[in-house]
């Protein structure tokens, strides 16, 4: 059993900056990728990124349309995970998950981040 809480989350303008943190505790293997998806109003929950299971080795994932603006990071230690978002736009505005396994995997109950123009 995973427990995933999200914080950071707020209302920021366009082309701010704002970095999220997952709290993550329970046990974890190589295979649980763990990482942030989004949901923006009226549309589907999507993937952003991802880093392999805590301890473990091997790529981290983006999705395109947050390459070089978002960076998914974590403190082993303290068991946190970060996204560090910047040039944030509108379109950015969502309700952002931490998760761990994948779509069918662990979720936390989500963190809002407002972009106004």
């Known amino acids: 059993q995973m427990h995933l809480v999200e914080t950071g989350g707020v209302s920021v303008q366009t082309g701010g900056s704002l970095k999220l943190s997952c709290s993550v505790t329970g046990r974890t293997t190589c295979t649980a990728r763990q990482g942030w998806y989004r949901q923006a109003p009226r549309k589907e929950r999507e993937f952003v990124a991802a880093?392999?299971?805590?301890?473990?080795?091997?790529?981290?994932v983006y999705a395109d349309s947050v390459r070089d603006r978002f960076t998914i990071s974590r403190a082993h230690a303290e068991n946190i995970l970060y996204q560090q978002m910047t040039i944030l736009k509108p379109a950015n505005t969502a309700i952002y998950y931490c998760?761990?396994?994948?779509?069918?995997?662990?979720w936390g109950r989500g963190t809002q981040v407002t972009v106004s123009s």
């Open positions: 998760n761990s396994g994948g779509t069918s995997g662990y």
């Open positions: 880093l392999p299971g805590f301890w473990c080795s091997g790529a981290t």
